[in-house]
């Protein structure tokens, strides 16, 4: 993307979001599009737009409507304010080689799933771990093997519907047996570690690995901390940014669910936005982070047009100052990151964008969200399509509409590589090499 100035991001961080809200005479963009939303019988819906560090404007701008999957750019905004886009969940892991028992700290890492397990299972063989008497694992251990099948099954998520607070302690033990015990894996899961190790480069993974647990157990706390001879280790998720961007690709809900509930869930999220956005009210029909319903009764997130293209430029602007960063890589370049699954495309290669679906009877919505680069600079947009005319023509020709006022430019930027492995993940003593030698930090 073409970068705002220094000067222009310190003007618009320098705004409170009552003067980034003020009233201004409507514009022909504005005008244009209410027109084509009137037109399609959209007009029960929403639309608002900014150019660079201008003022947010629209067609029914401030009127709470069901933003659907545009919630994981929330979500990816609080994720990137809160820890940044570099930022690696850490899993320590314990083990008192004399009685052979181990236990595992976990950090409530969303992204703990089956080929992360592969990469600890041959870092454990390779430090001459092949058996533990007993494997003991706190609740913040989000261990599911499933997590990022989206790699490998698009939209996988799509038949999921997580409530992204907690996992049963019977389930993580479940998982945990299950996945600590080689001789019992199923031929796929043997298949699939095969083929990961034969492609695999940096971490090179061995042929196969072997490992047996006689006991597992979801113990509140560390049962090796104070006994002699514990040797500390940790590992590594991948930087959370090359997760974020996939879920927002596919739009994954579990993944988007897990780290809401990650970091802290509803409450935490209205606690975070008053204090430091000194956004109050906007964020009261925020129930999870994907922006599904929450179970039992039905609960459609809903948030303001405005309040979005406001954290979505505020996202951008922060990505370039803080990490010399952008939203293309937090979000889906259309026409760039469209794999199979990808949720929305479009040729002119100009838009960084999320979508939101719903499908359900009167709570229909088709929504999108995101920026257009132009020659005017970056035009940050959402478009909330509400009601029984909400389907993707629907919303393309609002869009269309939309960009015929800029001139589009391309974003020269490729497509995402995600590395589901990299050396940075691999365990590794606290404080120390990654030998296993005799000199590792003991608890």
């Known amino acids: 993307m073409t970068k705002i100035s220094s000067t222009l991001v310190g003007a618009v961080l320098a705004l409170s979001s009552v003067a980034m809200g003020a009233a201004a005479p409507v514009s022909k963009v504005t005008t244009s599009v209410e027109s084509q939303m009137k037109r399609v019988g959209a007009g ?24 659907a999957s545009v919630m994981k750019l929330l979500t990816t905004f609080w994720a990137v304010e809160l820890l940044g886009p570099n930022y690696r969940f850490t899993t320590r892991i314990y083990i008192q080689p004399s009685n052979k028992e181990m236990h595992i700290a976990g950090s409530r890492d969303p992204f703990l799933d089956r080929q992360r397990l592969f990469l600890l299972l041959a870092d454990l063989n390779r430090l001459g771990y092949k058996q533990m008497n007993r494997i003991t694992a706190d609740q913040n ?30 389930d993580i033990k479940a998982k945990l047996t299950d996945a600590f015990n080689t001789a019992g894996w ?30 597992v157990d979801v113990v509140p706390g560390n049962p090796l901390a104070g006994k002699p001879g514990v040797l500390v280790y940790e590992i590594k998720s991948a930087p959370i940014k090359m997760y974020l961007k996939e879920m927002n690709i596919r739009s994954i809900n579990p993944l988007a669910d897990e780290m809401f509930a990650t970091l802290g869930g509803p409450n935490a999220f209205r606690s975070f936005m008053k204090a430091k956005e000194g956004m109050g009210t ?13 179970h039992g009764v039905r609960h459609d997130t809903t948030v303001s047009c405005s309040t979005v293209v406001r954290l979505i430029r505020r996202m951008d602007l922060d990505l370039e100052s803080k990490y010399h960063s952008d939203l293309s890589d937090v979000m889906m370049i259309s026409g760039v990151d469209t794999p199979t699954g990808a949720t929305f495309s479009d040729n002119s290669r100009s838009l960084i964008v999320k979508t939101g679906t719903l499908t359900a009877g009167g709570a229909r919505a088709k929504n999108l969200a995101g920026v257009e680069e132009t020659d005017a600079g970056e035009v940050y947009f959402g478009i909330f399509l509400q009601g029984p005319r909400a389907n993707s023509g629907n919303v393309r020709s609002v869009l269309s509409r939309m960009m015929m006022n800029f001139r589009a430019k391309r974003i020269a930027h490729g ?9 940075e993940m691999q365990m590794k003593p606290v404080g120390g090499s990654s030998s296993g030698s005799p000199t590792l930090r003991k608890l």
């Open 186 to 215: 199923s031929h796929d899961r043997k298949n699939l570690y095969i083929s990961l190790a034969k492609h695999s480069l940096s971490p090179k993974l061995p042929a196969g690995v072997q490992f047996k647990a006689a006991a």
């Open 44 to 67: 029960g819906g929403a639309f608002c737009y900014a150019v660079e560090n201008g003022t947010v404007q629209g067609y029914n701008q401030d009127k709470p409507v069901r933003i």
């Open 141 to 170: 251990v989000r261990f599911d093997l499933q997590t990022l099948d989206f790699l490998r099954i698009p939209r996988y998520a799509e038949t999921e519907a997580h409530a992204g607070t907690s996992l049963a302690a019977q």
């Open 415 to 423: 497509p995402l590589n995600f590395d589901s492995l990299d050396s």
């Open 282 to 294: 906007e964020f009261s029909g925020v129930f999870t982070g994907s922006g599904l319903p929450t």
